[in-house]
């Protein structure tokens, strides 16, 4: 887990090995424009002009039956510390959980039910003998029934993703959430559960939603597919459409995974303390009729995997 001074120390290291030119092509930017930012006009123009060359040409072959894995890395910013997450490489499988926040007020710790499910899960995936394909629908139920037979209190999101072979395959209970990108570009996407604005399905040992209610899917991947799961702080504060222009610069200068996470995991940071529009405050608006601008600071977990052979 990064802290964020780290993540700052981080993000200096990738401004100097990023020209300023290429950042303004995907309008990314860490602060403030350089003055020199409005002679760029002639390498911003020319790095606009490779994007159509950055990817390979999309083969249009059927999808090859060898199995994929997954090379990852996470980036955590807390606000109250109620985000968990965990992710194993072998057998590829992906946990975010976000404590409800709410359960603060009445006197429980909102961080106690999503550190329970993730952590049920990582010890149940720890103990699979190598091969084994993990239902990420079965490992969120067990889990989740393990933290009500624990007595555990609070209530959380939760979402957990499964490499199986070719397919990306998951189940989620609220507004946790990921996204699958394909030469940058989204091409699967979770869509929030929600039973009112700002209360998102959740789960608890007495009442809330149940396992029967999770999303459920799976997508088939490809090799040089990235994958970006994380809890409400990230999907509450960047569009989709600033989530692509972040993995195709990540792409364009080859970051790899760790230092995706954290430029992503900056910029959800950056767009919560924003007066701007966000994703939540779209969403207020359309949703309640009030006026809202402006993010949402909350805990922030971002975790990156990107798809090999």
């Known amino acids: 887990?990064?802290?964020?001074?780290?993540?700052?120390?981080?993000?200096?290291?990738?401004?100097?090995?990023?020209?300023?030119?290429?950042?303004?092509?995907?309008?990314?930017?860490?602060?403030?424009?350089?003055?020199?930012?409005?002679?760029?006009?002639?390498?911003?123009?020319?790095?606009?002009?490779?994007?159509?060359?950055?990817?390979?040409?999309?083969?249009?072959?059927e999808f090859d039956e060898v199995?994929?894995?997954?090379?990852?890395?996470?980036?955590?910013?807390?606000?109250?510390?109620?985000?968990?997450?965990?992710a194993h490489a072998e057998p590829g499988v992906i946990g975010v959980a976000d404590g409800v926040g709410g359960c603060r007020g009445k006197g429980m710790d909102a961080a106690a039910f999503s550190r329970k499910i993730m952590e049920n899960a990582r010890a149940e995936v720890e103990s699979c003998v190598?091969?084994?394909?993990?239902?990420?629908?079965?490992?969120?139920?067990?889990?989740?029934?393990?933290?009500?037979?624990?007595?555990?209190?609070?209530a959380s999101t939760a979402i957990i993703l499964s490499l199986t072979g070719r397919f990306l395959k998951w189940a989620y209970v609220g507004d946790s959430g990921f996204a699958v990108f394909r030469r940058g570009k989204i091409i699967q996407r979770s869509q929030p559960q929600q039973n009112y604005f700002n209360c998102p399905y959740q789960l608890r040992s007495e009442g809330g939603n149940k396992i029967s209610d999770a999303a459920v899917g799976e997508v088939r991947v490809k090799a040089g597919d990235v994958v970006v799961v994380g809890s409400d702080g990230l999907f509450d504060n960047v569009f989709d459409s600033g989530l692509e222009r972040i993995v195709q610069m990540g792409a364009a200068v080859k970051l790899p995974p760790d230092l995706l996470a954290n430029v992503i995991a900056e910029e959800?940071?950056?767009?919560?303390?924003?007066?701007?529009?966000?994703?939540?405050?779209?969403?207020?608006?359309?949703?309640?009729?009030?006026?809202?601008?402006?993010?949402?600071?909350?805990?922030?977990?971002?975790?990156?995997?990107?798809?090999?052979?």
């Not at 602060?31 to 002009?49: E, F, M, N, T, W």
Request: net charge negative; charged share 25%; with cysteine.
């Open 67 to 86: 199995p994929l894995k997954m090379e990852f890395a996470s980036c955590y910013l807390p606000d109250h510390d109620e985000d968990a997450h965990f």
């Open 268 to 309: 959800a940071y950056v767009k919560a303390r924003s007066s701007g529009d966000s994703p939540f405050s779209v969403s207020c608006r359309e949703q309640t009729g009030t006026s809202c601008r402006g993010g949402k600071e909350d805990d922030i977990t971002v975790v990156v995997a990107y798809i090999l052979e």
């Open 1 to 61: 887990m990064d802290s964020l001074p780290q993540i700052r120390q981080t993000l200096e290291k990738i401004r100097a090995r990023t020209p300023e030119p290429l950042r303004l092509a995907f309008r990314i930017h860490f602060g403030s424009l350089p003055a020199s930012a409005a002679g760029a006009r002639q390498d911003v123009a020319r790095y606009l002009a490779a994007l159509s060359n950055m990817y390979e040409p999309e083969d249009l072959m």
């Open 130 to 154: 190598p091969g084994t394909h993990i239902c990420p629908c079965g490992l969120l139920e067990r889990s989740y029934l393990r933290a009500v037979a624990a007595r555990t209190p609070a």
